[in-house]
């Protein structure tokens, strides 16, 4: 069966370090691969996907950015945090436009 | 342009009573349209999905949901709440012809009391 792994579950970092969340997908082959953030009192803001092994498109520019190095695993990265970065990372999978499958997700606090 | 929009921030049931959380949609094509549930610090959870198919679709954990192309409604139902019903629901709009452009409503936090 199809499982999708996202971690940390909680993170806080200082202003200015960087960040690394990782994501893998397992049981299935060449998925659709997301990452949305979540911040209080809103919905899910999509900011990159991706359709294969080194093809990132963004959403929303931003101080953040993705890669994904092999076929089923996602990073989100930053090289310098802001306070704004703060929210909740949600990783996704799809095969078609009729389901979503979402990680657990991961509390980002910037401090 | 489409939008959805759930009516209510917070709903409060007794244990053992309906649900009811209501969910509008503005689209001007037929949609597919999504109920996901959200326990505190977890991710998404899919309850169930509309895709063009039967319009009451039923879900996990005794959900369901409605499509009236009339109303231009989605709302989600459950005929008696349980205390582990407690989380925030998101009702769902994937764009089409887009990639993961998923458009969530606001949400709407359950609280369950015994």
């Known amino acids: 069966s199809q499982t999708i792994h996202q971690w940390p579950a909680t993170l806080v970092q200082p202003v200015g370090s960087p960040l690394s969340l990782e994501c893998t997908v397992e049981?299935?082959?060449?998925?659709?691969l997301y990452w949305y953030r979540q911040a209080a009192g809103r919905g899910l803001q999509l900011l990159f996907y991706?359709?294969?092994?080194?093809?990132i498109s963004s959403e929303v520019p931003q101080n953040l950015s993705a890669s994904r190095p092999q076929d089923r695993q996602f990073i989100l990265s930053s090289k310098k945090l802001l306070l704004s970065d703060s929210g909740f990372y949600l990783c996704a999978w799809s095969l078609t436009a009729a389901g979503y499958t979402f990680g657990s997700g991961t509390r980002l606090t910037v401090v | 342009a489409q939008s959805v929009t759930q009516l209510d921030s917070h709903v409060s049931v007794s244990e053992g009573t309906p649900v009811l959380l209501r969910c509008n949609y503005s689209s001007s094509y037929s949609p597919s349209l999504f109920w996901y549930v959200q326990h505190p610090n977890k991710g998404l959870q899919l309850l169930l999905k509309?895709?063009?198919?039967?319009?009451l679709v039923k879900g996990i954990n005794g959900f369901e949901a409605e499509f009236k192309k009339s109303e231009t409604s989605f709302h989600l139902t459950k005929p008696s709440a349980h205390m582990s019903d407690a989380a925030e629901y998101f009702c769902v709009y994937i764009l089409r012809g887009s990639q993961g452009n998923l458009i969530f409503g606001k949400g709407t936090k359950l609280s369950v009391k015994p």
């Open positions: 509309y895709t063009s198919a039967a319009t």
């Open positions: 991706s359709v294969g092994i080194g093809q």
């Open positions: 049981g299935t082959s060449n998925p659709n």
